[in-house]
């Protein structure tokens, strides 16, 4: 298979959905990470992202909408909470887990009674999906347990052969998956709760909903597909507090990267005559830093650097995606 980039032309976006009207498989950018998206109502196009990936076939997807009059044909009982979710935080990087409409596939939910829905913003994959009234399936679009991409070239890279097109939209803004709310059980009185932390917290999300969400660190619900190695890196990550880093820095191991943030780390890599090489710097805001953490560490693997040493970003709950994907990336 010969796949092709696309650009985000009228002409490139009317090709690239016709290829997913036909069946095929197209990546596509999102405002979180790119996706790799087929037909979320042909279940043969659907397998397709599952052979690209490598992916377990009971690994649930992601349908991605551009309309929520589509939500009604996904979820046969979408709660009045997906609604007031919908109207405070879509387009944007929350997906939701509703109670699946009998009409939808068993080969995107992996045969389970909920489905994963989110209206992503990005302009040209909003465009690709109008063109065609197009709902899609799509998981990161990264082989199997590895970094999710953030760039249509590192899709190109990583999937090559494998898929039908890639589009180009531009480096992804936010740079980490969506946030996953669970509201499949609500109708039946359980507690919203929080599966995946991501750029949306569980504070956020309680706020607009007037009511409690259950913190994805409160409790221990497992999902086919939310395993515990993930988002890895091809070299050994190892995150480290500040002080031990700070310890490390004049006997670094040589060969070993650091990716770091705070003023303390800083000044001491400063006041060294030769730093260490591959010293990469990351911003202490908190969405800056997102947006650059999956390209900085894609870019070390380029380079075939073996051990990635990782400062420990804070603890707080603004910083929970971040260090969630830290933890499984050095799992
Ligand atoms: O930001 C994102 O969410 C990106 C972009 C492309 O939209 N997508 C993404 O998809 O991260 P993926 O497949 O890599 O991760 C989706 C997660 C998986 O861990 C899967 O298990 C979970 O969502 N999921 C999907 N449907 C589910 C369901 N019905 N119940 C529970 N978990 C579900
Ligand atoms: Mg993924």
């Given at each position: 298979?010969?796949?092709?980039?696309?650009?985000?032309?009228?002409?490139?976006?009317?090709?690239?959905?016709?290829?997913?009207?036909?069946?095929?498989?197209?990546a596509v950018p999102t405002e979180t990470v790119y996706g790799l998206a087929a037909n979320a109502r042909?279940?043969?196009?659907?397998?397709?992202?599952?052979?690209?990936?490598?992916?377990?076939?009971?690994?649930?997807?992601?349908?991605?909408?551009?309309?929520?009059?589509?939500?009604?044909?996904?979820?046969?009982?979408?709660?009045?909470?997906?609604?007031t979710l919908a109207d405070a935080f879509w387009p944007g990087p929350l997906t939701m887990i509703l109670?699946?409409?009998?009409?939808?596939?068993?080969?995107?939910?992996?045969?389970?009674?909920?489905?994963?829905?989110?209206?992503?913003?990005?302009?040209?994959?909003?465009?690709?999906?109008?063109?065609?009234?197009?709902?899609?399936?799509?998981?990161?679009?990264?082989?199997?347990?590895?970094?999710?991409?953030?760039?249509?070239?590192?899709?190109?890279?990583?999937?090559?052969?494998?898929?039908?097109?890639?589009?180009?939209?531009?480096?992804?803004?936010?740079?980490?998956?969506?946030?996953?709310?669970?509201?499949?059980?609500?109708?039946?009185?359980?507690?919203?709760?929080?599966?995946?932390?991501?750029?949306?917290?569980?504070?956020?999300?309680?706020?607009v909903l007037g009511e409690a969400v259950i913190g994805y660190t409160a409790h221990q619900q497992q999902?086919?597909?939310?395993?515990?190695?993930?988002?890895?890196?091809?070299?050994?990550?190892?995150?480290?507090?500040?002080?031990?880093?700070?310890?490390?820095?004049?006997?670094?191991?040589?060969?070993?990267?650091?990716?770091?943030?705070?003023?303390?780390?800083?000044?001491?890599?400063?006041?060294?005559?030769?730093?260490?090489?591959?010293?990469?710097?990351?911003?202490?805001?908190?969405?800056?830093?997102?947006?650059?953490?999956?390209?900085?560490?894609?870019?070390?693997?380029?380079?075939?650097?073996?051990?990635?040493?990782?400062?420990?970003?804070?603890?707080?709950?603004?910083?929970?995606?971040?260090?969630?994907?830290?933890?499984?990336?050095?799992?």
């Amino acid at each position: 298979m010969n796949t092709q980039l696309l650009s985000d032309s009228d002409t490139d976006l009317e090709h690239a959905a016709s290829i997913l009207s036909q069946g095929g498989t197209v990546a596509v950018p999102t405002e979180t990470v790119y996706g790799l998206a087929a037909n979320a109502r042909d279940a043969t196009a659907v397998a397709k992202i599952f052979a690209a990936k490598g992916r377990p076939s009971n690994h649930p997807l992601i349908v991605h909408i551009h309309n929520t009059k589509q939500l009604s044909e996904l979820s046969a009982n979408v709660p009045q909470q997906a609604y007031t979710l919908a109207d405070a935080f879509w387009p944007g990087p929350l997906t939701m887990i509703l109670p699946k409409h009998e009409r939808a596939l068993d080969a995107v939910t992996g045969g389970l009674d909920s489905i994963g829905v989110r209206m992503p913003a990005h302009p040209v994959l909003h465009r690709l999906l109008s063109e065609g009234d197009l709902i899609v399936a799509a998981p990161s679009a990264n082989p199997h347990k590895k970094l999710s991409p953030t760039s249509a070239q590192q899709v190109f890279k990583e999937l090559y052969g494998k898929i039908d097109a890639v589009v180009d939209g531009g480096p992804c803004a936010v740079g980490l998956e969506s946030t996953i709310i669970d509201l499949s059980r609500i109708n039946e009185g359980e507690s919203p709760r929080v599966l995946r932390a991501g750029p949306i917290t569980a504070i956020q999300l309680s706020k607009v909903l007037g009511e409690a969400v259950i913190g994805y660190t409160a409790h221990q619900q497992q999902v086919p597909g939310n395993i515990k190695q993930h988002y890895q890196p091809n070299s050994r990550l190892v995150v480290m507090n500040t002080q031990a880093l700070s310890a490390l820095v004049t006997q670094w191991p040589e060969e070993a990267a650091c990716l770091y943030y705070s003023d303390h780390l800083i000044s001491k890599f400063d006041q060294l005559e030769t730093p260490p090489a591959h010293l990469q710097r990351l911003s202490s805001d908190k969405s800056e830093y997102a947006r650059a953490l999956y390209a900085a560490l894609y870019q070390l693997d380029q380079q075939g650097i073996k051990q990635i040493l990782v400062e420990h970003p804070p603890h707080s709950d603004e910083w929970e995606d971040v260090n969630d994907r830290l933890k499984r990336a050095s799992a």
